[in-house]
Structure formats: C-alpha cells, structure tokens
C-alpha cells in the first residue's frame, strides 16, 4: 500500500477500491456485483476445477480463558477507533476466516419472498470441520435471523462482530452504498450491539468492519467513542457473488501469510459457493500447517 495515513487504512495498494466494491455488493444488486472485482476472483473461464484433497484431522480451536475480554487495540490520534489488518508475520501459521452476515434495511421484503441472506450450512461445516470463526453480523441480519445469531453467539467456536446495522456506507464514495451521516455512525453501531443482545447473542467482541471496507480519518473519530477496533483484512476472498468455488479456493489459498485475516461471507444470496470453498481451503492450509484462530486470538498475539 502506499505510504500515507490515510492508504495505511485501506487493504491492498492497487486494487482498495476493487476490494470495498467487492464487499459492497452484499448490498448491491446483482447486475452491480457483477461487475465489481477484485484480485483472487478469477473469471469462470479461468476457473480451475476444485481439486480433491485428502482429509486432514482438524486441529482444536483455541479458546480464550474463561471470562476474559477480547483485547482491542489503543485509540488513535484523537481518540479514533484503531485499524486492525492483519496480525504478526513471525508469530507462526495463525490465520482468522472472517464472515460478513450482510443484510440490508431494505432486503427485509426480499427475505419475506424467500429470499434466503444466510447460510446454515455454512456454519455447519464450520463447526464439523471445527475451524474457530469470527462472524461480521449486521444488527439487521440477527434481527432477521435471531435463532441463528443467537446460536452463532453462543458456540464457543465462534465470535461475533459488528458490521453496521444495516449495511450502509460510513464515508464516501462507497460504491452507491446509502450513507449513514457522520453525525449518525457512533449511533448506528450501537443499534448493531443492541440489536445482538436483544437476539441474546453471547459471545461478541468489540469489533467493527466498515461495509465496504469504506472509511476515513472523521469517521474513525466518530466511532472512538464505541471503544471498538476497526477490522479491516489482507486476503479477500472473491466470493461475494461467485458461481464456482475453485476461484474462490484459488485467491484465498494463493494470499494467505502467518496472521492473515480472510475476508468471505455468511450468505446464501450473496455468496452461493463459500461453504464448498472452506471444505477445500481448510484441509489445505492445515496440511501447509496452519491453525486457525479468531481475530481476537491475533489481536491478542501481537
């Protein structure tokens, strides 16, 4: 990335606006998501078929000590939140699978039709494969699903954190995304927790993802106060909107490093073919030796 404050703040140097519209396209129409891209998301022309891999026995998720904290990070300057990427590149093969459960305010008519904006599924594999998690939900989306947060939020596997509450943008441009008004952000983050606990969902932590991954030095202040650390990622995932998982396999496996935080999604609509990518992206990075850990695990390690 380039060498200012503000690109600091933004994933990868060439491609952070290919990256935010990635993610974006969770609350994008499909037309929209369709054109986005972003590096890992290969055409389907290009695809390479899914390889077969040999089961690997599943390492234990590591937990936290019962009753601590998930550490943040110190503020910034002025008080603004901080910006976690990625965790330390000596501190051995640990990498975080990160999902985002994206739900719009205005997807609540699209649900009610059938629509379907989580993935079960998902998170099945997850807990048979027994790969510790953490979940970027929108205050929309566990209201939507309250049974389903709340059984996120209470496996020990997994934790939750905040994604906004209904998936708007919080600077701009991002990517024809609504707008939440600086004024509002602080707010909008709090409605998110709130709706968590109304869900009863146990296990959050004090951490934000910006929809889109759009952000910038005001809106860090403005959501200082929340005391929660901005997670942004370096591995992107490609499989907002994806028709084959072997693009998606292909870009997480070929930018994975020790402390990387991988960017996918929770959604049956947005993202069809994630569950089918983690039942090959697991089994291989654990053979190249890495375990898998939750953002707080890296967080706490640095």
């Not at 200082?224 to 693009?247: E, I, N, R």
Request: overall charge positive; glycine content about 8%.
């Amino acid at each position: 990335m380039i060498d200012s404050p503000r690109a600091r703040r933004v994933l990868a140097p060439a491609a952070a606006a290919l990256l935010c519209g990635a993610l974006a396209a969770c609350g994008a129409d499909d037309s929209a998501a369709d054109s986005a891209s972003g590096p890992g998301k290969p055409s389907a022309a290009s695809a390479p078929a899914v390889k077969p891999t040999a089961p690997t026995a599943p390492t234990p998720p590591a937990t936290p000590a019962a009753g601590s904290p998930a550490q943040t990070l110190p503020p910034g300057p002025g008080g603004a939140a901080p910006v976690f990427s990625h965790g330390k590149r000596d501190g051995g093969k640990r990498v975080a699978l990160t999902f985002d459960a994206d739900m719009t305010a205005d997807q609540d008519k699209r649900a009610a039709r059938g629509e379907r904006f989580d993935n079960p599924g998902l998170i099945a594999t997850l807990r048979r494969l027994k790969v510790p998690a953490t979940v970027f939900m929108t205050g929309k989306w566990a209201e939507q699903y309250p049974d389903q947060a709340r059984s996120i939020g209470g496996d020990p596997l997994f934790e939750v954190a905040n994604h906004s509450y209904a998936h708007h943008a919080f600077s701009t441009p991002c990517y024809k995304l609504p707008t939440v008004p600086l004024k509002g952000a602080r707010a909008d983050v709090e409605r998110a927790f709130d709706a968590f606990r109304r869900a009863g969902v146990k296990n959050t932590v004090p951490y934000f993802r910006f929809p889109g991954g759009c952000h910038d030095d005001a809106v860090l202040r403005a959501i200082g106060p929340t005391k929660a650390t901005a997670v942004q990622w370096d591995v992107v995932s490609g499989d907002a909107f994806a028709k084959q998982a072997g693009p998606v396999a292909e870009a997480v496996l070929s930018q994975v490093k020790p402390g990387s935080v991988v960017v996918m999604h929770c959604t049956r609509s947005a993202a069809p073919v994630t569950e089918e990518a983690i039942r090959r992206i697991v089994p291989e990075l654990r053979a190249r030796g890495y375990e898998f850990v939750r953002v707080s695990d890296l967080i706490a390690g640095r």
